[in-house]
């Protein structure tokens, strides 16, 4: 809607509360210019998952993005909306739309005052904010895109930006099934093979495992495939198999031509007796309740919540890895059978572990799509060509025959879309419910701690703060904890979602009186240190160069003992051993979780050592004074000969140190033999030199308001 706004990290969000500005280096703005209009059957979704690819492409970090060009025309605020949602994904600051007409369009949508909608468009007018068409802007460089040469695409497995064309995805997943797991995959006849035989769906509850319940290994013309009986119901799961489906995130969810797209798609599936096949944990979570409204009005909410996808909150859920579990038999079939199993999403990240520590493939795609490959049950389908499912008849359906066309969406948008929604919805929105209201808040100036609590304790960052900040310090004899390669998220660094008894996050809460059932995720965790700095790189699928084992494993090298990163911390801190990270190209990109680098910084690293860095996380790590340091242009840790075993010495810090200095490195093999090589500071600014010299920013704020009181 024409509003600058961009995502800082928790960490300067903090400062800046405690009333500190947020500082940031004048950035270079690269015009995207869109041209054409979506072709019928493309949406939103389908762009903004191009976007991602040709962004990343072309490498937009620490940049601000600018759409212009005649395509904005055809893409309305929801539109508009879903893609500068994902800037974090493209990796730019900001993705910013000028104001128009569509701009006026929505706020009469959402019940803006007539008055507050003449003020905008005077204003903007007035002030040459408004597009017109025919501006003449400088741009840094400018991208092109023919939005009409968008089609229907997904993206993943892992990352946003390697998006797929669905008339490839089929063969792409055979590819992908081979090259990351070494599955050779054997096409099979079209089978009852992937629909149950009588009976009702299983309930999809973390229930305990039915006794009648019988899982086995069969081969069907070579594929390996498990049988599952459950009670009445029996089918078959395979690698490919949607486990989840889940329609959520507020990027698309806020978007009404995606959901009652998606709605229309139950609908007609429905009408042909269509059902998501037993082994799929569906489910709906809008971005607003206004969604919920038009969809009931429209009687679409029926005709999804008939095909099991039923409202299970409002936000964040599977998108940021609160599925909850899958249900005790799917979970036991691709945990002993190492199955590669799929979630598909309508949110923004699908990162590895990120949905469900058990499902290795994350595909991202349209509400819509959702909805159909629950339906179909597997990812190793084409749908453009095969059949969705079959009816009670066993006469095909296909995609086409359930897809709405953009016409009878925008009927039922025209019919159901009211700004009293809006004005209902959004006019209460400070109140809360009934449990909101019945908190208790104390009066002290000062919180009061519960010392029992395992969700909210004291942290550890303000412990023995000096009244000035202390001198800097070169690093001698440094330890890698880790060696990463490339696009290594914020989600790797500080998962978000659930964990097990077995993990060191476990462990701790189970020692203090906490049973399995009452563990609930990292993110509700995440006032509580003690769980947060077990959870750092505890990601059951990072893998570190230095561990045999996939997982938050490394090796403690002065003994070759292979052992937990949080375990290997411990010992190396009893040491007084100070620690760094190897990296590669992309660190920290994702989410800007801020105890990805509060993590790092308790396990005692000192200095992260990457290619490159997203802008948030090389912010949020300065925060907490971690020094982000990277590789000259052409160096890798692959380049220099760097295995993570060697001894780290980093001098230049101590001294004159200023934004983009380079310092020298020095790393000492078990040989004796010795690799110097320079890296740059990403520091960018003075402001960041001091809150580094202080030990990080909010260590900065407490010292200013300490010397302004006295």
């Not at 003449?118 to 597009?131: G, H």
């Not at 059949?387 to 359930?402: A, F, G, H, R, T």
Request: charged residues 25%; contains cysteine; proline residues 6%.
């Amino acid at each position: 809607i024409g509003v600058v706004a961009w995502g800082v990290g928790g960490i300067e969000a903090e400062a800046a509360i405690l009333g500190q500005p947020v500082y940031f280096i004048m950035p270079e703005v690269i015009g995207l210019k869109l041209t054409g209009k979506l072709s019928p059957g493309s949406t939103a979704t389908d762009l903004v998952l191009t976007i991602a690819e040709v962004l990343r492409k072309y490498g937009v970090v620490g940049k601000f993005v600018e759409v212009f060009g005649p395509g904005l025309d055809h893409l309305s605020v929801p539109d508009r909306a879903t893609i500068g949602n994902m800037s974090p994904e493209f990796g730019c600051t900001i993705t910013y739309f000028p104001i128009d007409e569509k701009t006026l369009e929505y706020m009469r949508k959402s019940n803006r005052s007539q008055e507050q909608i003449k003020l905008v468009e005077d204003y903007c007018k007035a002030n040459l904010l408004w597009r017109t068409g025919d501006e003449d802007i400088n741009y840094t460089d400018i991208i092109e895109l023919d939005i009409s040469t968008v089609e229907p695409s997904v993206a993943g497995p892992k990352r946003p930006q390697d998006k797929i064309f669905l008339k490839n995805f089929k063969p792409k997943f055979i590819e992908l099934l081979h090259q990351s797991f070494g599955r050779k995959y054997i096409e099979q006849e079209q089978l009852t093979r992937w629909y149950a035989e009588g009976g009702g769906q299983p309930v999809q509850e973390p229930l305990p495992m039915p006794p009648e319940t019988v899982i086995e290994e069969k081969l069907i013309d070579g594929m390996k495939t498990v049988w599952v009986n459950v009670g009445q119901e029996k089918f078959i799961v395979a690698d490919g198999a949607v486990v989840i489906a889940a329609i959520t995130s507020c990027t698309n969810t806020s978007n009404p031509f995606v959901m009652i797209g998606a709605g229309l798609v139950a609908r007609k599936a429905r009408q042909r007796g269509l059902d998501i096949k037993p082994w799929v944990k569906p489910s709906l979570a809008p971005g607003s309740k206004v969604v919920t409204d038009y969809l009931e009005k429209a009687d679409l909410l029926d005709d999804l919540e008939a095909l099991q996808f039923h409202l299970v909150g409002f936000g964040c859920t599977s998108c940021i890895g609160n599925s909850g579990p899958l249900p005790p038999y799917i979970s036991k079939a691709i945990d002993e059978h190492n199955l590669v199993v799929a979630s598909v999403l309508s949110g923004n990240r699908n990162f590895e572990a990120r949905i469900h520590p058990q499902v290795k493939m994350n595909f991202l795609m349209s509400p819509m799509l959702v909805v159909a490959y629950a339906i179909a049950g597997r990812v190793d389908i084409d749908l453009i060509n095969e059949p969705v499912s079959y009816d009670p008849n066993q006469q095909p359906v296909y995609l086409k025959d359930i897809w709405p066309t953009d016409d009878e969406i925008h009927a039922v948008m025209n019919e159901v879309l009211s700004p009293e929604y809006f004005g209902k919805n959004y006019g209460e929105i400070f109140e809360g419910n009934d449990i909101w209201q019945k908190l208790i808040v104390p009066d002290d100036r000062l919180y009061a701690w519960d010392k029992t609590s395992t969700y909210i304790k004291e942290a550890p960052f303000f412990y023995n703060i000096s009244d000035d900040a202390p001198p800097l310090n070169d690093i001698y004899n440094a330890r890698a904890l880790l060696v990463l390669g490339d696009s290594i998220t914020t989600d790797h660094i500080s998962p978000a979602g659930q964990f097990s008894e077995a993990s060191s996050a476990g462990e701790y809460l189970i020692s203090r009186g906490v049973e399995k059932t009452n563990f609930n995720s990292y993110g509700s965790r995440r006032g509580n240190d003690e769980v947060m700095v077990r959870g750092t790189f505890a990601n059951v699928r990072i893998k570190n160069k230095l561990a045999q084992k996939e997982g938050g494993y490394t090796n403690y090298l002065p003994t070759g003992e292979e052992m937990t990163v949080y375990d290997a911390s411990v010992k190396y801190k009893q040491a007084q051993m100070p620690l760094i990270v190897l990296a590669g190209k992309e660190y920290g990109s994702g989410s800007s979780r801020d105890w990805a680098a509060k993590g790092a910084f308790l396990l005692g690293i000192r200095a992260i050592i990457a290619e490159s860095y997203e802008r948030i996380h090389r912010s949020n790590l300065i925060g907490m004074g971690v020094l982000p340091l990277q590789y000259e242009k052409g160096d890798t840790a692959e380049s220099l000969g760097l295995t993570g075993n060697e001894l780290f010495t980093i001098t230049g810090i101590a001294e004159d140190l200023k934004p983009l200095k380079p310092v020298n490195v020095l790393a000492k093999k078990e040989d004796g033999s010795e690799i110097n090589f320079r890296a740059i500071v990403r520091m960018d600014s003075k402001i960041e030199i001091e809150y580094y010299r202080h030990g990080g920013i909010l260590q900065y704020v407490l010292r200013n308001f300490l010397e302004k009181a006295n």
